[in-house]
């Protein structure tokens, strides 16, 4: 089973949405990051950290408001924003480490 340390550590970059099912942030931004996957394709992998559940891994970034959006790419934090994006704003963003 591929863990977050093995996703996170890919040459591909990856997006990080550390989130909670009760956040409506949250639930904003979850069409925004499937609009961006569809723009973008292969050339990002997304995944979603539910914090309440990955207690643990929230707290070793420091996850202290949800939405938490965080870029990797071998396994280095390339940025990261706390608050909901707008499509435009956040392919402005990833497109600045593709």
Request: with cysteine.
């Amino acid at each position: 089973m591929e863990t977050f340390n093995d996703v996170i550590l890919s040459d591909k970059l990856v997006l990080v949405d550390f989130f909670a099912t009760w956040c409506q942030p949250c639930k904003m931004m979850h069409p925004i990051l499937e609009q961006l996957k569809d723009v973008l394709g292969d050339n990002i992998r997304i995944i979603k950290i539910d914090v309440d559940k990955q207690s643990k891994t929230a707290g070793q970034y420091n996850i202290q408001s949800v939405p938490t959006l965080m870029l990797f790419r071998k396994g280095q934090s390339l940025w990261r924003k706390s608050g909901a994006l707008s499509l435009a704003e956040l392919r402005n963003i990833v497109n600045g480490y593709l």
